[in-house]
């Protein structure tokens, strides 16, 4: 595979770089998109049930297993390349910021450190009340948790349909996407917002934007470059191509 020399250059000297990920980047590991799969990991899924606070308050003990379920499905998976080559691109850049709106935390398991979550993280919980965090295990078929602080009940710390992204994640990759010299959205089907609005943010302030992705989307004709195909196999190639060297011995 072949890359302008230009975005290379941009590659190798970019003081501040923020990789953008939706869940296209997390499909070689084994979790389907949520769009396009016809896949047990989404099997009887119920928007209304698992993934709104009515659901939640009207059979909170069905959520939760199904939660606990998912959450031990990901644990049995692993990250691909392309969590492996972001986390790595942390030695070559200056400042490496990770953007996701993934709730698997594969881009922590890889190695990356600023990892802004917009979504929450399936293995984390908080309190419906409060939002005050919970820092416990919750397994299929155990007694309903309830908050330590408020005695109200425990629910995964996920964003779910008509709640508003936390608003500090939020805050902060706004500041971050502004502020960057490189862009790299991956795997994001850009009709998820407010997140699918940094890409566009981060070009109007000067920043070079990259897309990988198989699919054609609406950041097409915005990016000033696209790389059409799977990340985990361009990565690898693209980062040979940046530093010279092979990603398996960077690693």
């Known amino acids: 595979m072949k890359f302008d020399y230009l975005l290379l250059e941009r590659l190798r000297y970019a003081e501040n770089i923020v990789f953008f990920t939706g869940a296209g980047a997390s499909t070689e590991s084994g979790i389907p998109t949520f769009r396009n799969a016809d896949n047990a990991f989404w099997v009887d899924f119920d928007l209304e049930t698992y993934a709104t606070i009515a659901g939640f308050n009207a059979e909170p003990?069905?959520?939760l297993n199904w939660y606990a379920l998912r959450r031990q499905q990901i644990q049995s998976l692993h990250p691909n390349p392309t969590h492996h080559v972001i986390a790595a691109w942390q030695a070559k850049a200056p400042n490496v910021t990770v953007i996701t709106?993934?709730?698997d935390g594969f881009?922590?398991?890889a190695g990356s450190k600023q990892v802004i979550e917009l979504?929450?993280?399936i293995n984390?919980?908080?309190c419906v009340k409060n939002n005050h965090k919970a820092d416990l295990p919750i397994d299929a078929g155990q007694e309903l948790p309830r908050c330590c602080l408020c005695d109200s009940l425990i629910r995964p710390d996920v964003i779910w349909f008509n709640e508003a992204l936390p608003e500090e994640a939020f805050g902060q990759a706004e500041v971050t996407s502004f502020d960057c010299d490189v862009f790299v959205s991956i795997g994001c089907s850009m009709e998820v917002y407010p997140a699918a609005s940094l890409p566009i943010s981060a070009a109007r302030c000067g920043a070079y934007l990259v897309q990988i992705n198989p699919m054609s989307t609406d950041l097409d004709n915005l990016s000033d470059y696209n790389?059409?195909?799977k990340s985990g196999e361009?990565?690898?190639k693209l980062w040979e191509a940046v530093w010279g060297e092979s990603f398996r011995s960077a690693t």
């Open 124 to 126: 984390d919980h908080k």
């Open 61 to 63: 003990e069905k959520v």
């Open 234 to 236: 361009i990565l690898p």
């Open 119 to 121: 979504h929450g993280n």
């Open 227 to 229: 790389l059409v195909g």
């Open 107 to 109: 881009h922590q398991r």
């Open 101 to 103: 709106q993934n709730i």
